[in-house]
């Protein structure tokens, strides 16, 4: 049974769920799935609890399906919950930020290819003024997002204002007022979208925007809109604005993300699970992505970092298969035990030694992949061997759209993969390494260093995804070895993939004024180029999990500080380089990695980190997850447990 659009799912499809007919609930979520996506992903500008706060909403949706009296009034009853779902994930969030000791973690930072507004514009196709008004969309206070979204809704017929307003809890009246004021402030966000991207921009508006981080505030939404009101050469840019109601009328719902589903929802009984069927995206979107955003920015925004408002390739995948729903019978798994995460302690300044990346070290210009292998460097002491364990439990494996690891080839790679957790992973290169099966397609290729910058290599870096890694530890000789002005030179060539792109990631002192990575951005934003997002590589020689935990802390907020872009965390371990090299063992590894990645959960800026890395060893020192023989390590099991 279809939905009857704006009206809401067919009340016998309701009134069947509501008696117990799993086959009517599961048609029920499916009708119901691209709407609340739509209300929360909006509300929420494509914040990486989206996921959470969908799931939750359908938890809720499930449990109290049954006492819901009139059917026809399920539209509205799903919008309300689906709206307090997004209140108390921001109040409990406000309050999160609150509790915090680091200032500079109250402030998120928005993720290049999760943005909603760039979304938006990708997957629908938006051009001229529709394009503008989701990208002014980003200038609302963070309290009128909820309400934006369900105008929007209203807007392209999806809801009435009577579900508006009883999803608000206000009169009608009321609820004239607040989408009066917000689309006041729409209309602001449209004149300050006109006024940075004209092109000639406006002489006096330029010393503003120079001293704009890029990220759209309150306080910087006032800033522009005084200047726009008093300057006549910005009041003219914003003649020939059609009115938002005709603009946003007719336009579908955004289509659900490739991969969108709902996990862990074994937690009521019956549960329900939504798997996406989709095609790739590829050639018929042309020019899409962080590449088609930075061909876009003329005027004042094109000298500025594009990070926080370019628009990420994730953006472009278009979801145009089916939903699948059937009830998952798996219970609920044991919460694995906790590791408080350390208190914030002062930590000496560190020299961190060269990071041990997988590869071999091949001539600073080969022209070939380098070939992964953990065993560049000899060891000088072996850990000290810990006693046999019985065989433990089967390991609470947790998923997490931030987890990763790096690999190599080993044997089983597919299955230690899949065993670990890890929604994501790289080669150090463009190539696969033969990974297969469901996770598969979160690889992230790198180009490795100079003699990578090929077409083939390029090629496959298009093909692979939305993002694109670049240059391993170009600061170290036996690694890509490339001077500041060689990565700037190849640079032009890497954005031409049009992938969310990082900084090369160096193996030490990215936080460190005229370090290589300091002098490779300033030279980027001289130069007008594009860096989406800082990729990091830190390796622990204090094996206490405190004091480590409380030296990557303190290093990755020195580089959030330096540059102000999301961060990856892309090669991690407890490894000492300061007289040969020193693994510590796996019971420390793997306490580090449990406190390591709760610590990490709470800087919002870090968006994925990789573990070094998948394959472990018996008869040699190392910090790997998964020995070849298909057995995991200690290590291995705390990041099973990982998010």
Same mark, same amino acid.
């Given at each position: 049974? !279809? =939905?009857?659009?704006?009206?809401?799912?067919?009340? @016998?499809?309701? /009134?069947?769920?509501? &008696? #117990? $007919?799993?086959? +009517? %609930?599961?048609?029920?979520?499916?009708?119901?799935?691209?709407?609340?996506?739509?209300?929360?992903?909006?509300?929420?500008?494509?914040?990486?609890?989206?996921?959470?706060?969908?799931?939750?909403?359908?938890?809720?949706?499930?449990?109290?399906?049954?006492?819901?009296?009139?059917?026809?009034?399920?539209?509205?009853?799903?919008?309300?919950?689906?709206?307090?779902?997004?209140?108390?994930?921001?109040?409990?969030?406000?309050?999160?930020?609150?509790?915090?000791?680091?200032?500079?973690?109250?402030?998120?930072?928005?993720?290049?290819?999760?943005?909603?507004?760039?979304?938006?514009?990708?997957? !629908? =196709?938006?051009?001229?003024?529709?394009?503008?008004? @989701?990208?002014? /969309?980003?200038?609302? &206070? #963070? $309290?009128?997002? +909820? %309400?934006?979204?369900?105008?929007?809704?209203?807007?392209?017929?999806?809801?009435?204002?009577?579900?508006?307003?009883?999803?608000?809890?206000?009169?009608?009246?009321?609820?004239?007022?607040?989408?009066?004021?917000?689309?006041?402030?729409?209309?602001?966000?449209?004149?300050?979208?006109?006024?940075?991207?004209?092109?000639?921009?406006?002489?006096?508006?330029?010393?503003?925007?120079?001293?704009?981080?890029?990220?759209?505030?309150?306080?910087?939404?006032?800033?522009?809109?005084?200047?726009?009101?008093?300057?006549?050469?910005?009041?003219?840019?914003?003649?020939?604005?059609?009115?938002?109601?005709?603009?946003?009328?007719?336009?579908?719902?955004?289509?659900?993300?490739?991969?969108?589903?709902?996990?862990?929802?074994?937690?009521?009984?019956?549960?329900?699970?939504?798997v996406a069927h989709a095609t790739s995206w590829g050639a018929s979107?042309?020019?899409?992505?962080?590449?088609?955003?930075?061909?876009?920015?003329?005027?004042?925004?094109?000298?500025?970092?594009?990070?926080?408002?370019?628009?990420?390739?994730?953006?472009?995948?278009?979801?145009?298969?089916?939903?699948?729903?059937?009830?998952?019978?798996?219970?609920?798994?044991?919460?694995?035990?906790?590791?408080?995460?350390?208190?914030?302690?002062?930590?000496?300044?560190?020299?961190?030694?060269?990071?041990?990346?997988?590869?071999?070290?091949?001539?600073?210009?080969?022209?070939?992949?380098?070939?992964?292998?953990?065993?560049?460097?000899?060891?000088?002491?072996?850990?000290?061997?810990?006693?046999?364990?019985?065989?433990?439990?089967?390991?609470?494996?947790?998923?997490?759209?931030?987890?990763?690891?790096?690999?190599?080839?080993?044997?089983?790679?597919?299955?230690?993969?899949?065993?670990?957790?890890?929604?994501?992973?790289?080669?150090?290169?463009?190539?696969?390494?033969?990974?297969?099966?469901?996770?598969?397609?979160?690889?992230?290729?790198?180009?490795?260093?100079?003699?990578?910058?090929?077409?083939?290599?390029?090629?496959?870096?298009?093909?692979?995804?939305?993002?694109?890694?670049?240059?391993?530890?170009?600061?170290?000789?036996?690694?890509?070895?490339?001077?500041?002005?060689?990565?700037?030179?190849?640079?032009?060539?890497?954005?031409?993939?049009?992938?969310?792109?990082?900084?090369?990631?160096?193996?030490?002192?990215?936080?460190?004024?005229?370090?290589?990575?300091?002098?490779?951005?300033?030279?980027?934003?001289?130069?007008?180029?594009?860096?989406?997002?800082?990729?990091?590589?830190?390796?622990?020689?204090?094996?206490?999990?405190?004091?480590?935990?409380?030296?990557?802390?303190?290093?990755?907020?020195?580089?959030?500080?330096?540059y102000r872009k999301p961060i990856w965390l892309t090669e991690y371990?407890?490894?000492?380089?300061?007289?040969?090299?020193?693994?510590?063992?796996?019971?420390?590894?793997?306490?580090?990695?449990?406190?390591?990645?709760?610590?990490?959960?709470?800087?919002?800026?870090?968006?994925?980190?990789?573990?070094?890395?998948?394959?472990?060893?018996?008869?040699?020192?190392?910090?790997?997850?998964?020995?070849?023989?298909?057995?995991?390590?200690?290590?291995?099991?705390?990041?099973?447990?990982?998010?």
């Open positions: 049974m !279809l =939905g009857t659009g704006r009206g809401g799912p067919d009340t @016998a499809m309701v /009134t069947a769920a509501r &008696d #117990g $007919d799993q086959r +009517a %609930l599961n048609a029920l979520v499916a009708d119901s799935l691209p709407l609340v996506y739509n209300i929360v992903g909006r509300a929420l500008n494509g914040h990486t609890d989206v996921d959470d706060v969908v799931q939750e909403t359908f938890l809720r949706v499930v449990r109290a399906l049954p006492d819901l009296r009139d059917p026809q009034a399920y539209r509205s009853w799903l919008v309300a919950i689906a709206v307090r779902q997004v209140r108390d994930h921001e109040q409990d969030r406000r309050t999160t930020q609150h509790r915090r000791a680091d200032l500079d973690t109250a402030e998120e930072v928005p993720d290049p290819a999760s943005d909603f507004a760039a979304v938006t514009i990708l997957r !629908l =196709g938006l051009t001229d003024q529709r394009r503008e008004v @989701a990208e002014a /969309t980003r200038w609302l &206070d #963070g $309290d009128d997002q +909820a %309400l934006l979204a369900l105008w929007w809704l209203e807007e392209t017929g999806e809801l009435d204002r009577a579900d508006l307003a009883g999803a608000l809890g206000l009169s009608g009246r009321h609820a004239a007022v607040r989408v009066q004021r917000m689309k006041e402030q729409v209309e602001t966000g449209r004149a300050i979208v006109r006024a940075l991207r004209a092109d000639p921009g406006c002489p006096e508006l330029r010393p503003l925007v120079a001293n704009w981080n890029g990220i759209p505030s309150p306080l910087w939404r006032k800033r522009f809109a005084r200047h726009i009101r008093d300057c006549a050469v910005c009041q003219g840019r914003t003649a020939g604005l059609l009115p938002l109601d005709r603009l946003l009328s007719g336009l579908p719902l955004l289509p659900l993300p490739i991969g969108f589903a709902l996990h862990h929802l074994h937690a009521v009984p019956p549960a329900v699970e939504a979107h042309g020019a899409s992505g962080a590449h088609a955003a930075e061909a876009a920015r003329p005027g004042l925004l094109a000298s500025l970092p594009p990070a926080p408002v370019t628009i990420g390739g994730a953006a472009a995948v278009v979801v145009t298969g089916v939903l699948v729903f059937g009830q998952l019978t798996a219970p609920a798994p044991e919460p694995a035990s906790p590791l408080a995460v350390p208190t914030r302690t002062a930590s000496p300044s560190l020299a961190p030694p060269p990071s041990p990346s997988p590869s071999r070290t091949p001539s600073a210009r080969a022209t070939s992949e380098p070939s992964p292998s953990p065993g560049r460097r000899k060891a000088t002491r072996t850990p000290t061997p810990t006693p046999k364990a019985s065989t433990p439990p089967p390991a609470v494996v947790a998923s997490s759209p931030r987890k990763g690891v790096g690999v190599w080839k080993m044997p089983g790679l597919s299955t230690a993969f899949a065993k670990s957790g890890a929604s994501w992973y790289y080669t150090w290169s463009t190539r696969r390494e033969g990974v297969t099966g469901p996770r598969a397609d979160g690889f992230v290729p790198m180009i490795w260093g100079s003699g990578s910058v090929t077409p083939e290599n390029l090629a496959q870096a298009r093909s692979a995804g939305p993002y694109l890694l670049a240059f391993n530890e170009p600061d170290l000789p036996e690694q890509a070895n490339m001077s500041v002005e060689e990565a700037l030179s190849l640079w032009p060539k890497l954005m031409s993939a049009g992938r969310v792109l990082s900084s090369p990631s160096v193996a030490f002192g990215a936080d460190t004024p005229g370090g290589w990575l300091d002098r490779f951005m300033t030279g980027a934003k001289e130069r007008g180029y594009r860096v989406d997002f800082i990729a990091l590589h830190w390796y622990g020689a204090d094996f206490r999990t405190q004091p480590a935990v409380s030296q990557l802390k303190s290093y990755v907020q020195n580089v959030y500080k330096r371990a407890l490894i000492d380089f300061s007289n040969g090299t020193r693994y510590a063992s796996d019971a420390q590894q793997a306490a580090f990695v449990t406190a390591s990645t709760k610590m990490l959960a709470t800087l919002p800026y870090v968006r994925r980190y990789a573990w070094f890395g998948l394959p472990s060893s018996e008869t040699e020192p190392n910090s790997g997850l998964f020995r070849h023989d298909g057995t995991v390590t200690r290590a291995g099991r705390a990041f099973q447990a990982a998010r």
